[in-house]
Structures are given as structure tokens and as C-alpha cells.
């Protein structure tokens, strides 16, 4: 059964980076694409980035495009997301999830709460 | 405003069926894009519900039924729970924006 737990959220100021994790388990790693997704406090899911399987493939919501960067490590069966230039619609809970934006989310990680604030 | 729309609430009584409708556009649910559903209860991550428009992931009850047609699709909810009670989310690709777009949540209150 596949696995997924993401860390490194927390607080920070505007402005500020971050840099999120996501540890898979269960899985061949490296035979899957993967994706953030973001949900503001109550609001809706809002897709971030993907990344293929090699990583040699990204993709980017225009909300984070120039600011946000996807990559992975398949030797450690991790997946990051390097979070630039932050503000305070950033803030949301970040899952990842095992897919690609062409298709399916499946399955996804618990979640890790980023708050932008001064 | 989401790139595909959802009625905000439905509502039905234990035991009866409800339908969420998601529509969207010509770059997305009626490019031919597959629409996916998610229920997410209280305090939990998202769980999908339904792949490829009409197709169940294993544990899935059948209760759960997906269809589309043109630029709209619909999630089926037969024989209503109480812990069905929960947010649900459509999603699709879009070929404008060149990535996935979601539906903007529709709640759903067991009565």
C-alpha cells in the first residue's frame, strides 16, 4: 500500500521560502509522477505542480509559476517542493499525491500547513 | 471563481439519491478530458471517489456513480449514508492553462 507524508510546513513571513517534503513508502517511487496540491483554509483544492517520474518533466500552476519549484529524489523516495517568494495567499495546507495533472490524484498524504504572516 | 463549476450544497435524506452536478468548458470536461471525483470528510485529505468519469477504485461502494457528457458531468449518490456527509471535488485537465483545474467543492448535508 502506497504511503505518502509530507513535512516542512510550518510559519514564515512574506516574502520568506520554504521548502516541503513528501516521503513515499510502498511504492516504486521512481514509476510514478507526483503532484502538489494546495487547499486554503476553507477553501477548495487548487492543483500546484507536478513532476514526472524521472523528473525530467515539471508543470506549474500559473499562481506559483517563477516561484515555486518541483523536483525529487528518487534515491530517497522523496518528493520537494522549494517555495520562493512567499505571500499570504500561499497560505493553505499542502498535500501531495501520487499522479499526474492529465490524470488522477491517488493516493495523497495527510497534509502539511504552511501559514504566510508577518 | 473555479475553472469548473459546483453547486455550493446539496442535501438529501438518509436513504435517497442525490446528484452534484461539475461543468466546465471547451478546454477541459468538453475537450474530451476525463473528470475525476474526491470526497473529503471533516479534517481528513481528499480520497478518490471516482477515476476515468465512471470508474470506482477498489473499496469504493457502488452507491458512487460518475457520468459525462459534453462539457458537464455528474457524481451519483444512491442510498444515502450519514457518513457520506462530506466535501466533494470534481477535477479535470485543462488544455488552455496546461494543467489540472478542480471543481470549487460542493457540500453535501446527510438531513
Known amino acids: 500500500e502506497v504511503q505518502l507524508l509530507e513535512s516542512g510546513g510550518g510559519l514564515v513571513q512574506p516574502g520568506g521560502s520554504l521548502r516541503l517534503s513528501c516521503a513515499a513508502s510502498?511504492?516504486?517511487?521512481?514509476?510514478?509522477?507526483m503532484s502538489w496540491v494546495r487547499q486554503a483554509p476553507g477553501k477548495g483544492l487548487e492543483w500546484v505542480s507536478g513532476v514526472s517520474g524521472n523528473g525530467g518533466s515539471t508543470y506549474y500552476a500559473d499562481s506559483v509559476k517563477g516561484r515555486f519549484t518541483i523536483s525529487r529524489d528518487n534515491s530517497k523516495n522523496t518528493l520537494y517542493l522549494q517555495m520562493n517568494s512567499l505571500r499570504a495567499e500561499d497560505t493553505a495546507v499542502y498535500y501531495c499525491?501520487?499522479?499526474?495533472?492529465?490524470?488522477?490524484?491517488?493516493?495523497w498524504g495527510q497534509g502539511t500547513l504552511v501559514t504566510v504572516s508577518s | 471563481q473555479s475553472v469548473l463549476t459546483q453547486p455550493p450544497s446539496v442535501s438529501g435524506a438518509p436513504g435517497q439519491r442525490v446528484t452534484i452536478s461539475c461543468t466546465g468548458s471547451s478546454s477541459n470536461v468538453g475537450a474530451d478530458y476525463d473528470i475525476h471525483w474526491y470526497q473529503q470528510l471533516p479534517g481528513t485529505a481528499p480520497k478518490l471517489l471516482i477515476y476515468?468519469?465512471?470508474n470506482r477504485p477498489s473499496g469504493v461502494p457502488d452507491r458512487f456513480s460518475g457520468s459525462k457528457s459534453g462539457t458537464s458531468a455528474s457524481l451519483a449518490i444512491t442510498g444515502l449514508q450519514a457518513e457520506d456527509e462530506a466535501d466533494y471535488y470534481c477535477?479535470?485537465?485543462?488544455?488552455?492553462?496546461?494543467?489540472?483545474?478542480f471543481g470549487g467543492g460542493t457540500k453535501l448535508t446527510v438531513l
Open positions: 510502498g511504492v516504486s517511487f521512481a514509476n510514478y509522477a
Open positions: 476515468g468519469n465512471n
Open positions: 477535477q479535470s485537465y485543462d488544455s488552455s492553462l496546461s494543467g489540472s483545474v
Open positions: 499525491a501520487k499522479g499526474v495533472p492529465q490524470n488522477w490524484f491517488d493516493p
